[in-house]
């Protein structure tokens, strides 16, 4: 069982919707991130966040947004995606940033598809 | 710049095979180093780590060893089993602890 929950499993969504991700951690870790994952390859970092506030955006395009409204959540706004946006999207959480000594622990993920 | 580099797979081996997943990093200072497995339709585990040279992180029978002097991490098993099969990837944490560097995975199939 993973620790941090993400919902949903799988969202499917045309380019003019509005939807949003969301994930959860009750470790009391106090960084989140956003990866994202294409079929074959490793996570891509997009967005970092330490202590609620956003410490790293990794030139994201707009049409994705974060937002981390407390410590144990962390939520991706998405609108006007692409179809090539489709991907695995991985929510993270470490007890601090520095990642040397504090181990990232991922959720399962959320299969978008976007048409 | 920092970097890891994984060997290529996929990989099949028969259960009960030996298991080896070469990989290489290149880091300035003292990077910590990592092994996540990620099966099927799941998120990424962590699988093993280790924080200095010489440090053999070790978990569920697979042990890797930080190796300064030529710069690898090598992953390892005695004897894989079925349920072993899944993509494995190579990480580090650079020195400042602020960025997380995966490689590309290696992607294992253990048949029975």
């Known amino acids: 069982d993973t620790e941090v929950t993400q919902t949903p499993k799988h969202l499917v969504m045309g380019m003019t919707n509005k939807k949003s991700l969301k994930c959860e951690q009750h470790m009391g870790h106090r960084a989140m991130y956003w990866y994202k994952q294409k079929a074959k390859k490793p996570p891509e970092l997009m967005f970092v966040y330490s202590y609620e506030k956003l410490s790293i955006n990794e030139s994201v395009p707009s049409r994705f947004s974060p937002e981390c409204p407390n410590s144990s959540l962390l939520n991706l706004h998405l609108h006007a995606l692409q179809p090539e946006d489709s991907a695995l999207y991985l929510c993270?959480?470490?007890?601090?940033?520095?990642?040397?000594?504090?181990?990232?622990?991922f959720g399962n993920g959320t299969r978008l598809t976007v048409t | 710049g920092n970097s890891v580099t994984q060997m290529e797979g996929p990989v099949t081996l028969s259960e009960e095979a030996f298991l080896t997943i070469n990989c290489t990093y290149t880091a300035t200072g003292y990077p910590s180093l990592f092994w996540y497995v990620q099966y099927p339709g799941e998120g990424l585990q962590l699988l093993l780590k280790a924080t200095k040279a010489d440090d053999k992180g070790s978990n569920k029978g697979f042990e890797a060893t930080y190796r300064k002097e030529t710069t690898s991490f090598h992953l390892e098993k005695g004897s894989v089993q079925v349920s072993d099969s899944a993509v494995y990837f190579c990480?580090?944490?650079?020195?400042?602890?602020?960025?997380?560097?995966f490689g590309t995975g290696t992607s294992l199939t253990v048949i029975p």
């Open positions: 990480a580090l944490s650079d020195d400042a602890g602020n960025q997380f560097y």
């Open positions: 993270a959480s470490s007890r601090e940033e520095d990642s040397r000594n504090s181990p990232l622990h």
